[in-house]
């Protein structure tokens, strides 16, 4: 259905869901730009509205939320950049759509927002949504941005896809860090049957035994599932002292407290700690370690600041990390259409925004200072290690990987 949050018009559905290495190290450099700048002396050819599509997981099956967040995040970028005047003073709409989940959700939303509007930019969720995609977008020249998956599947291989979310491989071996300094050398993984579990585990092994450690167990279950009961009994069998649990929210939540149920008492880590998370784990979280692209609620900085203000007038609760990325991926796609208006032209295509964002891949980020998109369309951001204690998950330090 269409409906209305203040100025801002979008797409969604009745009910609400759940959701769901680096390949290069060269920074995206000013590559030649894959139209001629021949329009530059043409003036700009404005359409009425610019329309960012988004398709998010409103109406998963799996039982959570965060594609609201991520609505959440996409609303409120839309309502300030108009608050401000719009891009160059036209109007932006986010134009919402439920792929529920599915790649064949992923495949048909998309085709409603075609029908529908002139999408030309695009924000995407789930790997195998975004897989499913991407081939469609490739050839209707869409640009796409992914915030939320980690896989590094499609990694490099679209021109068209961007990532402003920090890949599997680099999130595993953060997390893994304090088990390498604490000396672990037994390591037991417990992954989702999906893309991003695969990901992950293979990452994580990788790098596990090029440290001198050994996989000890690898389980792996349907995403949908909400018993892990044979899975942690073979964890428990194998001896691992340390258990990783490379799963999205709210399941590791579910996975601590089983451990700890079971009588596990070695270091857990993972990627990912949000507040359905430690309602699902309570206790049990109590020391877990967890790696995530860094997003700090109470910094003083002045962009995370306003952010962090706005977002809590509006929802009445503190931003989650898929809310900020959401926001800060509209923003970013908004950005490329201003720059690729400068140029004069017919410049509201997808081609046009991609160029925009290889001529310079440098941009603000909500999440402190700027990030800087790699030759494989992954961006640069930070990598923080957190613990959490008495229920809150505190930062610890940034991980430097390429001294690890």
């Known amino acids: 259905m269409i409906g209305l949050i203040g100025n801002v018009r979008f797409d969604t559905t009745k009910r609400l869901g759940r959701i769901g290495r680096r ?52 609303l409120q970028a839309a309502e300030e950049i108009n608050a401000a005047g719009g891009i160059d003073g036209i109007k932006v709409e986010a134009a919402i759509e439920d792929h529920q989940g599915s790649p064949k959700g992923g495949v048909d939303a998309l085709v409603r927002l075609r029908q529908r509007y002139d999408i030309q930019a695009l924000l995407t ?25 980690v896989s590094n599947s499609h990694v490099g291989e679209y021109k068209f896809l961007f990532r402003n979310r920090t890949l599997a491989s680099d999130l595993a071996r953060a997390a893994l860090v304090p088990a390498l ?19 992950l585990s293979g990452a994580a092994e990788a790098y596990w035994t090029a440290h001198g450690g050994k ?37 590791p939540g579910l996975g601590m407290k089983r451990a700890r149920e079971y009588g596990m008492k070695q270091m857990i880590v993972g990627i990912e700690y949000t507040t359905q998370i430690a309602n699902v784990a309570g206790p049990a979280a109590e020391g877990y370690h967890y790696s995530s692209d860094f997003f700090d609620r109470n910094s003083q900085q002045p962009r995370l600041k306003a952010f962090n203000e706005a977002y809590v007038a509006r929802y009445r609760e503190p931003p989650e990390f898929y809310a900020a990325n959401y926001y800060e991926g509209f923003k970013l796609l908004a950005e490329c259409i201003r720059r690729a208006r400068a140029e004069g032209g017919d410049y509201f295509r997808g081609g046009r925004l991609v160029s925009a964002l290889r001529a310079n891949p440098v941009f603000p980020t909500v999440f402190g200072g700027d990030l800087t998109f790699q030759a494989n369309g992954v961006a640069l951001k930070p990598i923080a290690l957190f613990t959490v204690k008495n229920g809150h998950g505190e930062f610890q330090r940034f991980i430097n990987l390429a001294n690890t």
């Open 23 to 74: 390949t290069a190290t060269g920074l995206l450099a000013a590559a030649p730009l894959a139209f001629s700048r021949a329009w530059a002396a043409d003036p700009p050819k404005d359409p009425p509205v610019f329309r960012i599509g988004a398709l998010l997981g409103m109406t998963d099956p799996g039982g959570n939320n965060p594609g609201t967040l991520m609505r959440r995040g996409i």
């Open 125 to 149: 969720s789930y790997s195998t949504v975004t897989l499913a995609i991407a081939p469609i977008c490739e050839q209707q020249q869409i640009m796409m941005m992914d915030g939320g998956s």
């Open 181 to 199: 300094e604490q000396h672990l050398t037994k390591l037991g993984q417990l992954t989702h049957s999906t893309d991003d579990g695969t990901s």
């Open 215 to 251: 996989v000890v167990a690898n389980e792996r279950y349907a995403r949908e599932s909400n018993n892990v009961d044979t899975q942690m009994a073979k964890l428990r069998a194998s001896g691992c002292d340390v258990l990783a649990l490379w799963l999205f929210d709210p399941d």
